[in-house]
């Protein structure tokens, strides 16, 4: 028996019959944020409360503390140069880990405000960075400090790679979550969990259009809307699929936004991301546990 859902004929294609859902590691109290490291085959994620960031070595499975304390490190991901980008709940900033260990800060203020609490980050072509400011890191003591928002306002952020230069990208969401660009990079997918905080409110992915710039977004047009739970992270294949929590699993869009299929994980879910040696092993962070699948699909560059 298959541990994945087709919706859709097309899903097949992407998968491997035989390929399991693994659970590789477990003793998390919430795990997000996975990225992954090809020089060194080795995965980083993060374990919020327990303020510590995790590392998986896939040359022989091992799990260890990466660092800690980490800022209550919520989401990751790797910058052109292979350097770990983090936000930081805690530290309400966003930051690299350079070559030699030390940490750069790239963002902690808009407009001389302290950020809220960085969420998830991507890294586009041209190197600039983006990020995703929510509250929940000071929504309340157990992922960081409870405390108000001195912007007033969650919004979506651009840092420029070179001044690092900061503007805000998109102010029309509640609670804009993961983020991802398409394979081609003329959108930005963004996840909005505002029901969080507006009971009733959908959860959605919408799709913002990209100028020739690279540096402005158009208009949302509605991607997608979760089919139970929460969306959070989202990944992109190189088909241009898009791979996301989704509640208790793991759902994947085409690029118009059919749901595909679904990998039931059987607890929550936070944040997904491909690694491996041929890029097609999805990482899979439920609440508890690391996970991984293989699949018939790589990653998009």
């Not at 990079?185 to 969080?196: N, P, R, Y």
């Not at 962070?285 to 790589?298: A, E, K, M, P, V």
């Amino acid at each position: 028996m298959a541990d994945w859902i087709a919706h859709d004929p097309r899903f097949h294609a992407l998968t491997i019959g035989h390929a399991r859902l693994e659970k590789l590691w477990t003793g998390c109290r919430w795990a997000e944020g996975p990225a992954y490291f090809p020089a060194g085959r080795y995965l980083v994620w993060s374990d919020i409360p327990n303020d510590r960031l995790m590392r998986y070595d896939e040359t022989d499975g091992s799990v260890s503390v990466f660092r800690q304390p980490s800022g209550n490190a919520n989401g990751n991901t790797t910058d052109m140069q292979g350097r770990l980008l983090t936000c930081e709940h805690l530290t309400r900033r966003v930051t690299r880990t350079e070559f030699d260990g030390s940490i750069t800060v790239i963002a902690d203020r808009f407009e001389g405000k302290r950020l809220n609490s960085p969420n998830d980050v991507v890294v586009k072509s041209d190197g600039s960075i983006w990020f995703t400011d929510p509250t929940y890191g000071i929504d309340s003591d157990y992922e960081g400090v409870r405390t108000l928002s001195e912007i007033g306002a969650s919004q979506v952020y651009r840092v420029d790679g070179n001044s690092l230069e900061i503007t805000a990208v998109v102010r029309d969401r509640v609670q804009p979550n993961g983020l991802a660009f398409s394979a081609d990079e003329t959108w930005l997918f963004v996840v909005d969990t505002g029901a969080s905080h507006k009971p009733g409110l959908a959860v959605t992915i919408h799709a913002y259009s990209v100028d020739a710039s690279g540096t402005t977004l158009g208009n949302p047009q509605l991607f997608a809307t979760c089919p139970e739970g929460f969306f959070d992270g989202l990944r992109v294949d190189a088909a241009g699929n898009i791979w996301t929590s989704a509640g208790t699993s793991v759902c994947c869009y085409s690029p118009e936004g059919t749901l595909l299929g679904t990998i039931p994980i059987g607890e929550t879910v936070g944040n997904v991301c491909f690694g491996g040696l041929r890029r097609n092993r999805l990482f899979i962070c439920g609440q508890t546990s690391l996970y991984s699948l293989f699949l018939n699909i790589r990653a998009a560059i």
